[in-house]
């Protein structure tokens, strides 16, 4: 278990720099407010495929960590599956560690 990208999620959510929740994604994503789209293991098939067909044509990474919802939303102190981080450097460290420890 990576504890360190679930803590710097938490930590990027405290700094006020993630968007939660499957609309509130789509518009921050669609208002260039996005860096990085990231996604629970066990979200519904049919969610992931829906937001991948709404964001197609952005220019932002999707990454889908190996964590369930339960587990996200403990780090994050929201019940989520889908989150957007606001802020580069958030973005760039934390696909860092998704693809540090794979």
């Known amino acids: 278990m990576n504890n360190q990208l679930l803590a710097f999620l938490g930590l990027c959510r405290r700094a006020g720099k993630m968007t939660i929740g499957y609309d509130s994604v789509i518009q921050s994503v669609m208002n260039n407010e996005s860096y990085l789209v990231i996604l629970a ?12 067909g709404k964001l197609t044509g952005n220019s932002i990474d999707i990454l889908k960590i190996p964590y369930d919802k ?8 929201k019940l989520t599956g889908i989150l ?3 802020d580069r450097g958030f973005a760039k460290k934390i696909t860092e560690l998704v693809y540090s420890n794979q």
């Open 84 to 86: 957007a981080v606001n």
């Open 70 to 77: 339960e587990t996200l939303s403990q780090a994050l102190g």
């Open 41 to 52: 293991d066990d979200i519904s098939e049919k969610t992931e495929k829906n937001l991948i």
